[in-house]
């Protein structure tokens, strides 16, 4: 009796094993996608940077390199900041794009990977104040991905290997990286259930309300509130849910994940939140396993598409890539203890993770004592490579239903009021009706949060203040002398959201500022009536 049982408890847990795995398991043409999206996001961001290349990214415009590691945790690691010059600093966003397509192409992969990541992070801390949870999830997926095979397959490195391509990945590093959108995903929802706006429904109008970041098919679809509120009751018990993203496997699986991918192409024609849905479908991406290629297939089939033609273009592509030097210099003792430090270093991550959430979701002072707190350590090391998890309260717990605009009344040296953040004669009226378009780009309106966000407790106003005197008198012939930011704000109810004319309307004053000698002073302040 006793081998029977032993024999029936070991194919029990040979079944654990391998429901484990299947939830973890990523399909290696599912990571070559994952790699190339990843590299196409990454020249996508350096592109849409490169235009306000003179105003955030040079040591004379409005985050030097100086107020930048102020607003940064310190000994944060940043390429950027080994240099103020503008020529070295271009080059730098060069070279990071060369490496990210070193990543698409699939060329020392992990290299590529591990470079690429700590690019990202240095651009991210050379200007810390136009970041967004995009940037932040972005750099946590690059990470982790750093402890996946990317080159598997459809690369340089798989032709250079020579050998049949692995068909999938079950791995800690599979298991990771899934666990991050999820995690993300449900501590969000976690977050909103304190609010009564996303247990009614009423959240999402009130955001699709919102003019300062609102867009394109947000306002026709403003129009029914009702359909709003069950979207946003749907998408608020999918994040609770978010969870089976990982019980489930195969086409059960990939329906659950369309959910999501639906959810952010939503937002993504809606809301003004940047990359936030482009790499959340990078992230979900990951969730669809090897069922759906054979599925795909057989659609192909059903259109009398061939799929074997689809390759062909491979083919002529990997007599290119074969070509390219493979430069493999080391031998397989070297390999052998690359892939122990591999596992070695996967594992010391993984069980800082585990520490981490530990204590970041559990009373445990009193276990390690009071002078000890293994969370600000944890913590502190993983922000200075930005792979620390943020509370993730996208929206959360109670989203913002206050328009905002801003107004910056300027004296110029003749004595006329201008407004020069909007650059119009001085008025604290709206500057159009679609107030996202008062910013050049999203990346203006995090700037924004974090000017509105400043004063006393940062120099972000100022140094956008003497950067606006200075400037102002280059760029328009006008001498300034004073200069005073402004919010303006509009509360949005159900009954208001498509009707900014009658909503309460309120000012706040951010800083006063005087350029040269000039002592700071009020300027116009705004009417009671406003």
């Not at 030097?64 to 966003?93: C, E, K, N, R, W």
């Not at 591990?114 to 750099?139: C, E, G, K």
């Not at 062909?312 to 203890?337: K, M, T």
Request: charged content about 20%.
């Amino acid at each position: 009796m006793i081998p029977e049982f032993s024999a029936s408890r070991s194919d029990q847990l040979a079944r654990v094993r391998r429901g484990l795995e299947d939830r973890v398991r990523i399909d290696t043409r599912t990571l070559a996608v994952f790699r190339v999206f990843v590299g196409l996001l990454i020249v996508a961001d350096l592109f849409l940077r490169s235009r306000n290349f003179s105003f955030y990214y040079r040591n004379d415009g409005v985050v030097p390199q100086s107020l930048a590691q102020d607003m940064t945790v310190d000994g944060a690691f940043s390429f950027y900041h080994f240099t103020t010059d503008p020529t070295l600093i271009a080059a730098l966003f060069v070279l990071q794009g060369l490496i990210a397509i070193q990543l698409i192409v699939g060329y020392k992969t992990r290299i590529a990977t591990v470079l690429s990541f700590l690019f990202v992070i240095s651009l991210d801390y050379h200007n810390p104040l136009v970041t967004s949870y995009a940037d932040i999830l972005f750099r946590l997926l690059l990470f982790w991905a750093i402890f996946l095979p990317l080159g598997e397959r459809w690369s340089i490195d798989a032709v250079h290997a020579d050998r049949e391509p692995r068909a999938s990945i079950a791995s800690a590093a599979s298991a990771l990286i899934l666990f991050q959108m999820v995690y993300m995903y449900f501590h969000n929802g976690v977050h909103k259930m304190e609010s009564e706006l996303w247990t009614s429904g009423e959240a999402t109008p009130q955001i699709l309300g919102l003019d300062d970041m609102t867009f394109f098919l947000a306002e026709p679809i403003r129009q029914f509130p009702t359909l709003l509120q069950l979207g946003g009751l749907k998408w608020y018990y999918m994040l609770l849910f978010s969870w089976l993203l990982l019980l489930l496997v195969g086409r059960k699986r990939m329906l659950f994940a369309l959910l999501f991918v639906g959810g952010h192409a939503t937002f993504a024609v809606t809301v003004r939140i940047g990359a936030f849905p482009y790499v959340a479908w990078a992230g979900l991406l990951l969730f669809f396993q090897a069922q759906v290629w054979e599925d795909g297939k057989t659609l192909l089939r059903y259109a009398n598409v061939d799929p074997s033609r689809l390759t062909e273009p491979f083919s002529r592509l990997e007599r290119v890539a074969a070509s390219v030097p493979s430069l493999r210099l080391d031998s397989e003792q070297q390999r052998q203890v690359k892939s122990a430090a591999y596992d070695v270093s996967l594992a010391v991550v993984a069980a800082s993770m585990v520490v981490f959430l530990l204590f970041a979701h559990a009373p445990m002072g009193a276990v390690v004592g009071d002078d000890v707190n293994p969370d600000d350590e944890i913590s502190g090391v993983a922000s200075k490579v930005a792979a620390h998890q943020p509370s993730w309260t996208v929206f959360a717990p109670t989203p913002r239903t206050t328009d905002r605009y801003y107004v910056f009344p300027a004296r110029t040296a003749d004595g006329d009021l201008i407004d020069v953040y909007n650059e119009r004669p001085m008025t604290y009226d709206r500057p159009g009706d679609e107030l996202q378009k008062q910013y050049g780009t999203y990346r203006e309106r995090f700037y924004m949060n974090s000017v509105r966000r400043g004063g006393s407790s940062n120099d972000v106003p100022t140094v956008l203040a003497e950067h606006i005197c200075e400037t102002w008198e280059e760029e328009h012939g006008i001498e300034l002398t004073h200069v005073n930011m402004y919010q303006v704000t509009e509360d949005i109810t159900m009954e208001t959201i498509s009707d900014h004319e009658n909503r309460e309307r309120n000012a706040y004053l951010i800083q006063q500022n005087a350029c040269g000698d000039n002592e700071p002073e009020e300027i116009a302040p705004p009417p009671d009536d406003l």
